[in-house]
């Protein structure tokens, strides 16, 4: 079983709408979370990190995470089409970081 | 502050060869991985250093890849001999300690032919 699953996409979303990325994790010791962003040919860079039960905003992103159900996940406010990129979550698992395969997400103009 | 640096940013090299990447962490990080990540797929864990000891390497194909990382700062990961399988991009990433936020280097394209 892999530690971290994602819908491997691709998700369309028009410019301006909601674009919401999932993820599950299977160890419930993981402790953090983290969504990145990687553009085609380019190297994963970080968006934002939860360690906590809820919500976490951060301009147009905000994370949740519900460790009962172990999933996380990103919303995307206002999409843009400079969002287009594959989306990956990464878990902490005892001090171990896993990604997942990553989402694809297309914003259309 | 700079960021992760890698070495080389490509490599071409023929099935059975040997090859080499270097990686220097952002100054002051602890943790350093190194990740395997094939064209469409997330980047896949190899090891993980701390300091200079090993804390992960499960997914190490240790019967052709080693990696080092003398005195807790540079590491090199090396693979002796390179199979097709291996094209791959290989990233650094580096963090400040276990379980706070990773940062990557921009990585090294392998290509075996």
């Known amino acids: 079983q892999k530690e971290v699953e994602q819908n491997s996409g691709p998700l369309s979303v028009p410019e301006g709408a909601i674009a919401s990325l999932n993820c599950t994790y299977s160890?419930?010791?993981?402790?953090?979370f983290f969504w990145y962003r990687q553009y085609s040919g380019k190297s994963p860079e970080l968006i934002m990190f939860i360690y906590s039960n809820g919500d976490k905003e951060d301009g147009r992103f905000t994370a949740q995470l519900n460790k009962a159900s172990q999933y996380v996940s990103l919303l995307i406010r206002d999409s843009q089409p400079s969002d287009s990129a594959t989306y990956l979550c990464?878990?902490?698992?005892?001090?171990?970081?896993?990604f997942g395969s990553g989402t694809k997400l297309n914003v259309k103009p | 502050e700079a960021g992760v640096a890698q070495s080389p940013r490509y490599k071409i090299i023929e099935k059975r060869q040997s090859v080499a990447f270097w990686c220097n962490p952002i100054s002051g990080h602890a943790t350093l991985y190194w990740y395997q990540q094939i064209l469409g797929q997330g980047p896949k864990l190899l090891i993980q250093f701390q300091n200079n000891g090993v804390v992960d390497d499960s997914q190490l194909p240790k019967d052709r890849f080693s990696a080092e990382r003398l005195k807790g700062v540079d590491s090199t990961l090396k693979i002796q001999p390179a199979k097709l399988e291996d094209s791959a991009v290989y990233l650094c990433?580096?963090?400040?300690?276990?379980?706070?936020?990773?940062?990557f280097g921009q990585g090294t394209r392998l290509t075996v032919v």
């Open positions: 990464a878990a902490d698992n005892f001090n171990k970081f896993y």
């Open positions: 990433a580096s963090s400040l300690r276990a379980n706070t936020e990773a940062f």
């Open positions: 160890d419930r010791g993981s402790q953090s």
